[in-house]
């Protein structure tokens, strides 16, 4: 069991709200990521870290912003959410470095519904 | 187009039998090919993971297959379980960066009946 933890688990908001996803890990994992899934899809990188202070945007364009100031919390920051985001969050972590197949590990994920 | 093709898209089958899903991929330069089972509304779990030099791997009930070749890749399923009921995730990662970019499946979703 991976010790990776999302909250909260269901949001329901409405439009113009600012929310706060958070994702803490207790393995002490350098390389954080989030990633974003609609029903039926594959997983789409949209924020990773590969330490503190250290943030960079994935793949998938987001308006959200995400902050690394302690190895183990990455919070996910939506400064006014629309229906457009909704969807799930997942937050990962892994450990080693460039070369070695190491696992990433999934929380939970944060079902966000915005109406 | 999605480097990381998984068929079928869903299956159904009953308790007790086998089943098999199958990966085609066309990342490259190739580093290791991942699967994950996802239980509705939880993130992914890992099941098993193979580099370039190992074509098969188990992890209890489920065997994982690849050709590094042909870039494809099975998950073999027996005596399934209605706890098996989940999408598994076919997940590869590339040489070419030091973020080991991740390339994922849609999924398989399988359904195990009683």
């Known amino acids: 069991e991976a010790d990776i933890y999302q909250t909260p688990r269901y949001l329901v908001i409405g439009t113009g709200k600012k929310i706060t996803l958070e994702c803490s890990q207790t393995?002490?994992?350098?390389?954080m990521y989030w990633y974003q899934q609609d029903p039926g899809m594959e997983l789409h990188l949209i924020h990773y870290s590969y330490g503190v202070n250290s943030t960079e945007k994935g793949d998938l364009s987001s308006e959200s912003t995400v902050s690394r100031i302690r190895t183990e919390h990455f919070p996910l920051t939506l400064e006014s959410a629309r229906p457009s985001h909704t969807s799930q969050y997942l937050c990962?972590?892994?450990?080693?470095?460039?070369?070695?197949?190491?696992?990433?590990?999934f929380g939970p994920g944060t079902r966000l519904t915005v109406l | 187009k999605n480097q990381v093709e998984q068929s079928p898209q869903s299956l159904i089958i009953l308790e007790g039998k086998n089943c098999t899903l199958q990966?085609?991929?066309?990342?490259?330069?190739?580093?290791?090919l991942r699967w994950y089972k996802q239980d509705t509304g939880r993130g992914p779990v890992s099941l098993t993971i193979?580099?370039?030099?190992?074509n098969t791997k188990s992890n209890g009930r489920y065997t994982a297959t690849l050709d590094a070749d042909t870039k494809q890749s099975s998950l073999h399923i027996t005596a399934s379980q209605l706890s098996d009921s989940a999408s598994y995730i076919c997940v590869v990662s590339d040489r070419g960066s030091t973020l080991g970019r991740l390339y994922f499946g849609r999924g398989t979703q399988l359904t195990v009946w009683p």
């Open positions: 990962a972590s892994r450990a080693g470095g460039a070369g070695r197949p190491d696992t990433q590990y």
């Open positions: 990966c085609n991929y066309t990342v490259s330069p190739f580093s290791n």
């Open positions: 393995m002490g994992h350098d390389k």
């Open positions: 193979m580099t370039f030099s190992e």
